[in-house]
Every structure is written in structure tokens, then in C-alpha cells.
T-cell receptor, first 111, second 117 residues
Framework: QKEVEQDPGPLSVPEGAIVSLNCTYSNSAFQYFMWYRQYSRKGPELLMYTYSSGNKEDGRFTAQVDKSSKYISLFIRDSQPSDSATYLCAMNLNTGNQFYFGTGTSLTVIP | GAVVSQHPSWVICKSGTSVKIECRSLDFQATTMFWYRQFPKQSLMLMATSNEGSKATYEQGVEKDKFLINHASLTLSTLTVTSAHPEDSSFYIC?????????????FGPGTRLTVL
């Protein structure tokens, strides 16, 4: 079993839709959770960084962590064509440890 | 803040030659940098962890003599692909952790696309 599972998609939505991206994980010791956005042929860009369960909001993006279910989500409101990218979840045990990445979900927002 | 650069952004080389890729943290000090490779439509695969002033830690299956890593300063790590072959063609991405931040975010460079002919 992989440490982090993420549906690779692809996911296509119309402009303005709410997008839900999810990851599950197996190691209950993970404490830090991140979402990265990666455009084609570019390096990943940090979108959200959370510690502990709960919600964190930043503009149109909301990150949600449910440690009891070992499940994290990223919601994108009012999705835009510029949101079309691959979204990677990542997590680690503590600040000194390596990251564990999901495989990434490819998202296309259709104008 | 937290900008990481890579150079070159792309490189084409002949089989058997060596290629050096630089990773720099531009506005912060990075005691730890990471090197990843990524094949098309796949996720990031950690190759090695580079610590300033000490030897890199390589992941299982990654040949340390083929992928030489040097982290000579708090803002620079280099990856040298020695005697490159076509199967080494990939997208190489570095990331850096800000030593001053208590949290553990990694900030990624823009990547280097290597094509070995």
C-alpha cells in the first residue's frame, strides 16, 4: 500500500464550478499537509500548508484535513481556466523529514 | 520570498557526457535541499537529500556515483549526472527548505529538462 493515495484523474470541470481534490494516507503519524500546483513543464508551487485537523482558507482555495479519517481535501471555488494544472498533495511526519507525495490529479477547467 | 532557481532550464547532451544542474535559494538560506526526478504524467520521485556541508543521502535505487550531489553553501546545491544515457532523460526538480522557518515547507525550483541523445 502506498503511503499517499491520490486519484490521478483527469478531472474536467466547467468554469465557475467548485472543484474537490482529495488524498488519503495510511500513516497516522503524518502531521504536516501541503497542496502544490504544478503547471506543465514547471516546478510545483506551494498553495496551502496546514498542520493538524481542520480547515484553512486562502482566497478561492480551502484545505481541509481530517486526521481521524486520514483524508485531506483541497477545494477550489469559482474555478478558472488558469487553475488548469496538476495538483499534488504532500505530507510529512515533522519538519525535518522527507515529504510523501501523491501522484497528482490533473485538472482542466473549461471556459 | 522563498524563491528557488535552477540552471539550466533545459539541456540536451550526447550520451556519455556529464551534465551539471544548479539549484539556488535566492532569498533564504537552505540547510537542506532535495533533488527529484519526474517522468511525464508521473509524480515526483525523491532521489536524494542534500545537506549543506555533509554528504547527500540517496534514496534506495539511486546510484550515488552516477548522480553526484554537492551542497557547498547555504544557497547552492548541484546535481551532476555523470556519463548520461538516454534513460536519464527526465525532468529534474530541486526544492529547498528555509532554515529560518520553523515549519517544514519545501519550495521548488522551476525544474530542468534533460534530454540525452
Amino acid at each position: 500500500q502506498k503511503e499517499v493515495e491520490q486519484d490521478p484523474g483527469p478531472l474536467s470541470v466547467p468554469e465557475g464550478a467548485i472543484v474537490s481534490l482529495n488524498c488519503t494516507y495510511s500513516n497516522s503519524a503524518f502531521q504536516y499537509f501541503m497542496w502544490y500546483r504544478q503547471y506543465s513543464r514547471k516546478g510545483p508551487e506551494l498553495l496551502m500548508y496546514t498542520y493538524s485537523s481542520g480547515n484553512k482558507e486562502d482566497g478561492r482555495f480551502t484545505a481541509q484535513v481530517d486526521k481521524s479519517s486520514k483524508y485531506i481535501s483541497l477545494f477550489i471555488r469559482d474555478s478558472q481556466p488558469s487553475d488548469s494544472a496538476t495538483y499534488l498533495c504532500a505530507m510529512n511526519l515533522n519538519t525535518g523529514n522527507q515529504f510523501y507525495f501523491g501522484t497528482g490529479t490533473s485538472l482542466t477547467v473549461i471556459p | 520570498g522563498a524563491v528557488v532557481s535552477q540552471h539550466p532550464s533545459w539541456v540536451i547532451c550526447k550520451s556519455g557526457t556529464s551534465v551539471k544542474i544548479e539549484c539556488r535559494s535566492l532569498d533564504f538560506q537552505a540547510t537542506t535541499m532535495f533533488w527529484y526526478r519526474q517522468f511525464p504524467k508521473q509524480s515526483l520521485m525523491l532521489m536524494a537529500t542534500s545537506n549543506e556541508g555533509s554528504k547527500a543521502t540517496y534514496e534506495q535505487g539511486v546510484e550515488k556515483d552516477k548522480f553526484l550531489i554537492n551542497h557547498a553553501s547555504l544557497t547552492l546545491s548541484t546535481l551532476t549526472v555523470t556519463s548520461a544515457h538516454p534513460e536519464d532523460s527526465s525532468f529534474y526538480i530541486c526544492s529547498a527548505r528555509d532554515a529560518q522557518r520553523g515549519s517544514g515547507e519545501q519550495f521548488f525550483g522551476p525544474g530542468t529538462r534533460l534530454t540525452v541523445l
